[in-house]
C-alpha cells in the first residue's frame, strides 16, 4: 500500500492497548507502538547513575530541526535525553549507543505528539547513522564523542475519516474531539479513546474492550483514519461492599459511609465519590474502592473498599504575627475517632494581639491581650454518607478595632454535601455577650439564631484555582431577647477564574461580595453582627474593620474615650478584588492586586467613600497549595490605617 502507513490490533482495557500491533511502512513507524502505550510514550525515562561507571564515556550532542516550525526545535530538544544528560557520562561505547537507540524512539514519538507521522529522526554518532551500526560498534573514547542528532519533522498530519461502533452501533465521534480535520496528535487520540471506554463504563458496562483497532497514517493526503471497534459489554449492578484495614472503625460503618447501594448500576464516578468520602473522614491515611474482577454467582460485581488508618490522637500548635494586631498563638488537640464511627473531638485555646500597643501606633487602648478556647464535635453519617452532624461550645474575649466583646455561644447544624460541587449547611445557634463601645458599656445580648450556607463550588482546585467558578450565599435569621429585635444578616460572594493558557501560567482571579442587614435599625443590632472592611480577607492594605463610618474623634459626655474615632460598622457592604497570578517559574508565582470596598449604614452601601488597596504578593508552589505572602498599601487611609499591611497564609487570596 504506496504511501500509506497501517496499524491495527486487538486490546482489552486501556491499559493493553499497547498489544498486538504489527506495522507496515517507512521507518519512523518502529516507533509506533510508543504512541499507543500510554505509560510508555517516550521510552524508559530512568537513566543510570554515572557517578561510579565502568569505563566512562564523554560525549558531546547537537540537535537540528529543518525546518524548524512550531517551535520543534525547542520541544524536541527538551524531550532528548541525549542532550539533557550531555554533562552525564555513559558506559562505555554500548552505552553510548545504547542512549542513542533509546533517545531516537523517544523523538519520534515526540513528533508523534505534534501530530508529525513522516518525520525522520537521524542520529550519528562520528559521523555515522546509528541505523548501519552494529551493535558492537566502538568509537573514540579519548575525547567527548560527538552526537549529532538530526529532524526533519514532516507534514502535519490530521485526522480523516473517524469510524466508531459499539456491538455493531454507530458512535458520534464529534464528543470526544475526533472529527475530520481535528489534530492528530497521539496523545489527544489516546485520550479520546479513554474518555470513550470510560463514558461507557459509567453507563454500567465494566467490562468494555476494544475488539478491533485498525489506523492508517496517509502520506499522500497527510491524514490519519481510524476504525475503532468497541465491545461495551452489559450493564452491570453493584453487589455487597468489603471493607479490610480496619483497626478501631467498624466495617459496617465504612461499608456505609461509602454510600454503594447493592444493586445500583456501576459506575466508575460512584466508586471514586466513595473513595473521596472516605478519605475526607480524616480516619484514613490511605483509602482504595475498587469494584471485582468479575460478577460473583447472582450477577452483581461486588466491593473491595481497603483502607489504613491514621493515629488516633493528634496535637498540633501554631503561631501569627500581624504589623499591626501583634502576635499570636494557639494550640489544639483533637482525637479523630472517638467511639469507632470516624466521630472526632478537637478542643483548642488561643491568645493573640501580644505587644499590639507596642509596634502599631494606629491602633487604640487594648485591655490585656485577646482569648478564644472551644471544643468542636463531629459526628459524620447522621443524614446519610454525605452528611456530618457540627456541635460547637466556644468562648472568647476579643478587642477588633470596633469593641470589646466577651461571649460564649453554642452551636448545633448538619452540614450536607448535594453533590460534588453543592454544599448546605444549616445550623441552630444560642450565644450570651457583653459588648462595650463609644456609646455602651457591658451591655448584655442574648441571641438565637439560625444561620444556613448554601455553596457552590466549581473550581478545579480549592487551593490554588485556575479555572471555574465558587458562589457562596449565607443568610442568618436571628432574634435579640433583651431588646426584643427580629433582624437577618445576609450576605452573598463570587469568585471566577480564567487561564491565559493551557499551563496556567496566567490566571486572572475576581471576586465580589455584598451584605445587608434587614429588620432593625443599626444601633439595634450588636455590634458584631454588623458589617466591616479592611483587612486579609478584605480590603488589603487597610487594617482590619477600619473601612466604613466612624464614631466622632472626640468623647461627647458619657462616651468611652477608648473608642473615639473608631469603626461604628455598617448595615451593608459591598467588596471587590481583582487579582492577575503570573509564574515566574514553575514554583514562583507573582500576584498584582487590586482591592475596593465600602460599608453603609442603609441597604445601599456608600460608594461615594468607596476604599481602595493595591499591593503586589509572591506565592511559592508546594504539593499541599501555595504559601501566600501579601503586601497591600490602602490608597486613600485614615489615621486608623498604617503605611501598609503584610498578610500571609496557605493558599491563595480567594
Given at each position: 500500500m504506496?504511501g500509506l502507513?497501517?496499524w491495527a490490533g486487538?486490546?482489552?482495557g486501556?491499559?493493553a492497548?499497547?498489544?498486538g500491533?504489527?506495522?507496515t511502512?517507512?521507518?519512523?513507524a ?9 505509560f510508555?510514550?517516550f521510552g524508559s525515562?530512568?537513566e543510570?547513575d554515572t557517578s561510579d561507571l565502568?569505563?566512562?564515556v564523554?560525549y558531546t550532542?547537537?540537535l537540528?530541526v529543518?525546518?524548524?516550525a512550531d517551535?520543534?526545535?525547542?520541544v524536541?530538544t527538551k524531550?532528548?535525553?541525549l542532550?539533557?544528560d ?7 561505547s ?9 533517545d ?5 514519538a515526540?513528533l508523534y505528539?505534534?501530530?508529525r507521522y513522516d518525520?525522520?529522526?537521524?542520529i550519528r554518532?562520528?559521523g555515522?547513522d546509528i541505523?548501519?551500526l ?5 568509537f573514540?573514547t579519548?575525547?567527548p564523542?560527538?552526537?549529532e542528532i538530526t ?12 469510524r466508531i461502533?459499539?456491538n455493531g452501533v454507530?458512535v458520534?465521534p464529534?464528543?470526544?474531539d475526533l472529527?475530520?480535520?481535528a ?7 489516546l485520550a479520546s479513546?479513554?474518555r470513550?471506554?470510560?463514558?461507557l463504563?459509567n453507563e454500567g458496562?465494566?467490562?468494555v ?6 489506523i ?5 493526503t497527510?491524514?490519519i483514519?481510524i ?7 452489559p450493564p452491570?449492578?453493584f453487589?455487597q461492599?468489603?471493607v479490610?484495614g480496619?483497626?478501631r472503625?467498624e466495617?459496617g460503618?465504612v461499608a456505609?459511609?461509602?454510600?454503594i447501594?447493592?444493586g445500583?448500576?456501576f459506575?466508575t464516578?460512584?466508586l471514586?465519590?466513595?473513595?473521596k468520602?472516605?478519605v475526607d ?7 482504595s474502592v475498587?469494584?471485582?474482577?468479575a ?5 452483581t ?8 488508618e ?11 504575627f500581624?504589623?499591626?494586631?501583634g502576635g499570636?498563638?494557639n494550640v489544639?488537640?483533637?482525637?479523630r475517632?472517638?467511639?469507632g464511627?470516624a466521630?472526632s473531638l ?8 501580644i505587644?499590639?500597643?507596642t509596634?502599631s501606633?494606629?491602633?487604640r487602648?487594648l485591655?490585656?491581650f485577646?482569648y478564644?478556647?472551644?471544643a ?7 443524614l446519610?454518607?454525605d452528611?456530618v ?5 466556644t468562648?472568647?474575649?476579643e478587642?477588633p ?8 455561644s453554642?452551636?448545633n447544624g ?8 453543592q454544599?448546605?449547611?444549616v445550623?441552630v ?5 457583653t459588648?462595650?463601645d463609644?456609646?455602651r458599656?457591658d451591655?448584655e445580648?442574648?441571641?438565637?439564631s439560625?444561620p ?6 466549581g473550581?478545579d482546585?480549592k487551593?490554588n484555582p485556575?479555572?471555574g467558578?465558587y458562589?457562596s450565599?449565607m443568610a ?12 437577618v ?6 469568585s ?12 486572572l482571579?475576581g ?5 445587608i442587614?434587614a429588620g432593625a435599625d443599626?444601633?439595634?443590632?450588636p455590634?458584631d453582627?454588623?458589617f466591616y ?9 487597610y487594617v482590619f ?11 461627647l ?5 477608648r473608642?473615639v474615632?473608631t ?6 457592604v459591598f ?8 509564574k515566574?517559574t514553575d514554583?514562583i ?16 452601601p456608600?460608594f461615594s467613600?468607596?476604599?481602595i488597596?493595591?499591593?503586589v504578593g ?8 501555595p ?6 498599601v490602602p490608597?486613600?487611609p485614615g489615621?486608623?490605617d498604617?503605611d501598609?499591611?503584610?498578610y500571609?497564609?496557605?493558599?491563595q487570596?480567594f
Amino acid at each position: 500500500m504506496s504511501g500509506l502507513k497501517r496499524w491495527a490490533g486487538t486490546a482489552f482495557g486501556l491499559p493493553a492497548l499497547a498489544l498486538g500491533l504489527g506495522l507496515t511502512g517507512l521507518e519512523p513507524a518502529q516507533a509506533l507502538p510508543k504512541f499507543l502505550d500510554p505509560f510508555n510514550l517516550f521510552g524508559s525515562r530512568d537513566e543510570e547513575d554515572t557517578s561510579d561507571l565502568p569505563d566512562p564515556v564523554r560525549y558531546t550532542a547537537t540537535l537540528t530541526v529543518t525546518p524548524d516550525a512550531d517551535d520543534l526545535q525547542k520541544v524536541l530538544t527538551k524531550a532528548s535525553s541525549l542532550v539533557a544528560d550531555e554533562k552525564e557520562a555513559v558506559s562505555g561505547s554500548l552505552g553510548l549507543l545504547a542512549k542513542a537507540r533509546n533517545d531516537r524512539r523517544r523523538l519520534v514519538a515526540t513528533l508523534y505528539e505534534n501530530s508529525r507521522y513522516d518525520g525522520l529522526v537521524t542520529i550519528r554518532i562520528e559521523g555515522r547513522d546509528i541505523a548501519t551500526l552494529a551493535p558492537d560498534a566502538s568509537f573514540d573514547t579519548s575525547k567527548p564523542v560527538p552526537v549529532e542528532i538530526t529532524v526533519q519533522p514532516g507534514p502535519l498530519f490530521t485526522l480523516g475519516t473517524v469510524r466508531i461502533t459499539a456491538n455493531g452501533v454507530p458512535v458520534d465521534p464529534a464528543p470526544y474531539d475526533l472529527t475530520a480535520g481535528a489534530s492528530a496528535d497521539s496523545t489527544r487520540i489516546l485520550a479520546s479513546e479513554a474518555r470513550l471506554l470510560e463514558d461507557l463504563r459509567n453507563e454500567g458496562r465494566p467490562f468494555v474492550a476494544v475488539t478491533n483497532r485498525n489506523i492508517v497514517a496517509d502520506s499522500a493526503t497527510d491524514r490519519i483514519d481510524i476504525d475503532l471497534t468497541v465491545s461495551p459489554g452489559p450493564p452491570v449492578p453493584f453487589g455487597q461492599t468489603y471493607v479490610t484495614g480496619t483497626d478501631r472503625m467498624e466495617p459496617g460503618f465504612v461499608a456505609f459511609m461509602a454510600g454503594i447501594e447493592p444493586g445500583s448500576t456501576f459506575s466508575t464516578k460512584t466508586l471514586e465519590k466513595a473513595r473521596k468520602r472516605l478519605v475526607d473522614l480524616g480516619v484514613f491515611s490511605t483509602a482504595s474502592v475498587k469494584a471485582g474482577d468479575a460478577q460473583v454467582a447472582d450477577g452483581t460485581l461486588p466491593v473491595q473498599v481497603t483502607v489504613a488508618e491514621r493515629k488516633r490522637h493528634v496535637f498540633g500548635a501554631g503561631a501569627t504575627f500581624s504589623n499591626t494586631e501583634g502576635g499570636g498563638a494557639n494550640v489544639y488537640w483533637e482525637d479523630r475517632n472517638l467511639f469507632g464511627r470516624a466521630e472526632s473531638l478537637r478542643l483548642e485555646g488561643a491568645v493573640s494581639r501580644i505587644g499590639a500597643e507596642t509596634i502599631s501606633t494606629t491602633g487604640r487602648e487594648l485591655d490585656g491581650f485577646d482569648y478564644k478556647a472551644s471544643a468542636t464535635f463531629k459526628k459524620p453519617g447522621v443524614l446519610g454518607p454525605d452528611s456530618v452532624y457540627i456541635g460547637s461550645l466556644t468562648a472568647l474575649t476579643e478587642q477588633p478595632l470596633a469593641y470589646d466583646r466577651s461571649s460564649i455561644s453554642l452551636s448545633n447544624g448538619v452540614e450536607y454535601s448535594i453533590d460534588d460541587q453543592q454544599r448546605l449547611s444549616v445550623a441552630v445557634k444560642a450565644e450570651y455577650e457583653t459588648i462595650t463601645d463609644y456609646l455602651r458599656t457591658d451591655e448584655e445580648f442574648i441571641l438565637a439564631s439560625v444561620p444556613v450556607t448554601y455553596t457552590f463550588d466549581g473550581r478545579d482546585n480549592k487551593l490554588n484555582p485556575t479555572k471555574g467558578f465558587y458562589a457562596s450565599l449565607m443568610a442568618e435569621p436571628t432574634y435579640e431577647f433583651n431588646n426584643s429585635v427580629p433582624f437577618v444578616k445576609a450576605r452573598a460572594d463570587a469568585s471566577a477564574y480564567l487561564s491565559f493558557d493551557d499551563e496556567s501560567r496566567f490566571v486572572l482571579a475576581g471576586r465580589v461580595g455584598y451584605g445587608i442587614v434587614a429588620g432593625a435599625d443599626l444601633q439595634d443590632v450588636p455590634n458584631d453582627r454588623r458589617f466591616y472592611a479592611g483587612g486579609g480577607g478584605s480590603v488589603r492594605g487597610y487594617v482590619f474593620q477600619s473601612i466604613g463610618p466612624y464614631y466622632p474623634s472626640f468623647a461627647l459626655p458619657g462616651t468611652n474615650r477608648r473608642f473615639v474615632d473608631t469603626p461604628i460598622g455598617g448595615l451593608s457592604v459591598f467588596e471587590a478584588s481583582a487579582e492577575l497570578r503570573f509564574k515566574v517559574t514553575d514554583n514562583i508565582q507573582i500576584v498584582p492586586f487590586v482591592d475596593v470596598g465600602t460599608v453603609g449604614d442603609d441597604f445601599a452601601p456608600d460608594f461615594s467613600n468607596l476604599k481602595i488597596g493595591a499591593g503586589v504578593g509572591a506565592r511559592y508552589m508546594t504539593s499541599f497549595g501555595p504559601i501566600r505572602v501579601d503586601v497591600g498599601v490602602p490608597l486613600d487611609p485614615g489615621r486608623r490605617d498604617s503605611d501598609f499591611q503584610i498578610y500571609a497564609g496557605i493558599g491563595q487570596a480567594f
